[in-house]
């Protein structure tokens, strides 16, 4: 026996005998139908949002950049940023250094 499975069995839950805990309720019991319809309500709401949330995703998602577009993108835009400051620094050289 390891140390993990002896502390594991010493350990005890007469503690637990002392909470009081919510009673479940019976299957044998009739529901209330008023309290069965406002369920049904909320549950056809649920998933109308759901639906909704869904038509929004599918037109979204394909628009969405991926990873590999992101990183074209940003290495395109980083050669443009570094041949103008190098177009600039090369005018202003000529300019000021003649």
């Not at 549950?43 to 639906?51: D, F, K, T």
């Not at 992101?70 to 202003?92: C, F, M, N, R």
Request: net charge negative; hydrophobic share 45%.
């Amino acid at each position: 026996m390891n140390l993990r499975s002896a502390a594991l069995t010493d350990r005890t839950f007469d503690h637990l005998e002392s909470w009081s805990v919510m009673p479940l309720p019976s299957i044998d019991k009739p529901s209330r139908a008023h309290e069965d319809r406002a369920m049904e309500d909320r549950i056809r709401s649920l998933e109308g949002a759901v639906a909704g949330i869904t038509a929004r995703l599918d037109a979204t998602l394909p628009m969405l950049a991926t990873k590999a577009d992101l990183h074209s993108e940003i290495a395109s835009q980083t050669w443009k940023i570094v041949g103008w400051v190098t177009t600039v620094d090369y005018g202003l050289c000529t300019v000021f250094f003649r």
